[in-house]
């Protein structure tokens, strides 16, 4: 079956230092989402990608579609200690959604 | 303005208790889901609904079920709960593809 693979699983950082976020799947995707997960709260949507190649930008952070949509990044610059929280990838198949297992950030001031 | 809101925020079963988690959404939204997260697993779809009086079984359905009788609610029952079953349960809504959902804050299920 489908399946989206998110790396890394954790990553901790200077407070300042950049971070980034990797979902990979076998299959095209429709679309493909991003959540944020704050420690002990629910996931909160930040952003859908749709296009091929697509970028979006939220501030500090940098989302891209891969050209053959089957790949996505979140990019965030200068991590402050508001970024901590697991930060998961949900491709769409039609009309299924699977959850990459997520990314938890954790930033050091 | 209240989304998704869950109920109970917090409970303890004992093995072999039954209990119905109630997600309750305002916005009009088709597709209602259930999903439980446990460490190092993430989120894992339990059923979720594309409709009123519609339902369909996830990955993990064994052991509860669903009910959608009217749009805005989706309840979830454990019929006799069990120590696997200690999770956070995530209520979730959303238009249908291709929107995002919206979450409900959760319910921490503790089975002893």
């Known amino acids: 079956g489908q399946q989206v693979m998110q790396i890394p699983q954790y990553q901790h950082v200077q407070e300042g230092e950049d971070f980034t976020t990797y979902c990979n799947s076998s299959?095209?995707?429709?679309?493909i989402q991003w959540y944020k997960q704050r420690p002990g709260g629910h996931p909160v949507f930040l952003i859908q990608?749709?296009?091929?190649?697509e970028v979006k930008k939220q501030k500090r952070l940098t989302f891209q579609f891969g050209e053959a949509k089957k790949n996505s990044s979140l990019h965030i610059t200068a991590t402050q200690t508001t970024d901590v929280g697991t930060y998961f990838c949900v491709g769409e198949y039609g009309n299924k959604l699977v959850f990459g297992a997520g990314t938890i950030l954790r930033v050091k001031s | 303005n209240a989304g998704v809101t869950q109920t109970p925020k917090f409970r303890v079963l004992k093995t072999g208790q039954s209990m119905t988690l109630l997600c309750a959404q305002d916005m009009n939204h088709e597709y209602m889901y259930w999903y439980r997260q446990d460490p190092g697993m993430g989120l894992r779809l339990i059923h979720y609904?594309?409709?009123?009086?519609?339902?369909a079984k996830g990955e993990v359905p064994d052991g509860y079920n669903v009910s959608r009788l009217k749009k805005q609610n989706f309840l979830l029952g454990l019929e006799s709960a069990a120590p696997s079953q200690t999770s956070v349960y995530f209520c979730a809504s959303r238009n249908g593809p291709p929107y995002g959902y919206t979450f409900g804050s959760g319910t921490r299920l503790t089975v002893v």
């Open positions: 609904s594309v409709g009123e009086g519609t339902t």
């Open positions: 299959t095209t995707l429709s679309n």
């Open positions: 990608l749709v296009k091929s190649g």
